[in-house]
């Protein structure tokens, strides 16, 4: 590392950290760091990436210049994907079912600081290599998975749309026409394939089926889809979801749970909401007001440039007019598309739990996330509130997957206890 780069670490530390972290990982620059916990870090779980790799990769990255994070991921992932291909040559299947996966997180974590204005090839290419390196992974693992279209609900004249996403199969559960089913939610920077860590790889060995749709407004959709846009609240793709994961016949209808996270975590709450067909459901974290939670984003125009691009990403998945002036963009952002996102609890009847980091997006998020409980209707309603000292302090429990995992699918077999129970006592 020459001196500047040095200076820069020195200087960067001083920056505020990205709300929901209070500590350093590796980067003095408080974007990247937040990006190198979320991706790579937490997918060395489940062979998801490899210790000396990203650390190698990490040290090879100059934080003053953005154009470094997504050509160093890049070139790592670009070295592991062609020793996955190597392995298969060999036939090495399984070897390069697990080189495959650890490619896919390099793509993802270069596709992290990609927009669509100042990368769009970038963009591009790393979402190409993420998702075909996955795909591989899905043919060559033993994990049984299939790639979904799900039909989105139709409004008037519009032509029929499809919605990517995963289905998992459970290797752990007897053979039963049905299977206990969990929807994933995505967050706004997450991505169906994501699932796999946040619930999918623990979810199928524990005897769950797991399933992830990528809807309108995040990104996936908006490359596989330009037409396919956000409107209102967000409720046909939700609903979307639930109508295709009900009406497989794999799926236990009886046992149907949904979980999400960030952005996801609103969707799950407003999803309860107006919608009553899960057996129970899941926010990590919920709002009230997705706007209030989020109001801060509005100052990103007097932040640096990698701030502006993470920007410029979210009004191209909203399809927001960039050629207006920034600070107009972000007030449509986040008083108009996220102003639509507001949920009342009161009418939830489902079990609900309620998940959040102690410091979940700052004192706006983890307030909301209380009142939400506070206010919510449901006969089964539980908070839990993990904390730093857990480790588990940051939105979303992004320092600590394990311990998320644990408690979500904890809370969900005692919900499934619950009713076995109730209906052994049926007369």
Known sequence: MNILSKMFKMT???????????????????????????FPLNQVQYDGAAVGEIYNVASRIDERKGLSWIEEWSKEADRVSEH???????EHRF????????????YRTAHLA????????????????????????????????ESVEVPLRSEGPAAAAKLRGWFFHTTNAAEAATK????WLNGAESIAEDAYWWCAAEGIRRGFDVL??????????????????????GDRGVLSAVDYALARPDVDSDAFFVYGISMGGYRAGRLAQIDDRATGIIANAPMLNASGVLAAVKDIHKMPRE????AYRMFWQYGIDTRQPLKLALEELVDGVWGRFVVDPSSISVPFLTMAGENELGHEGIDQAKAFHERSGSPAKQLR??????????????DNFPLARQIVFDWIEDRMRERDRSQGASP
């Open 12 to 38: 960067a530390a001083q920056m505020p950290r990205v709300r929901g972290f209070g500590s350093s990982f590796y980067f003095g620059h408080p974007f990247l760091d937040a990006w190198f916990a979320w």
């Open 84 to 90: 996955a291909e190597t392995l298969l040559e060999s």
């Open 95 to 106: 070897s390069a079912a697990n080189a495959f996966l650890r490619a896919y997180t390099y």
């Open 114 to 145: 990609t927009d669509p204005r100042n990368y769009a090839a970038q963009l591009e290419a790393t979402y190409e290599g993420l998702t075909r390196s996955y795909a591989r992974f899905a043919e060559l693992s033993d994990v049984r998975m």
């Open 180 to 183: 206990p089913t969990l929807l």
């Open 212 to 233: 992830a749709v990528d809807l309108p407004g995040d990104s996936a959709t908006r490359i596989e889809n330009s037409n396919i846009l956000l409107d209102g609240a």
């Open 307 to 310: 701030a502006h691009g993470w």
């Open 385 to 398: 509130i993990t904390t730093a000292a857990e480790g588990a302090g940051a939105h979303c429990q992004l």
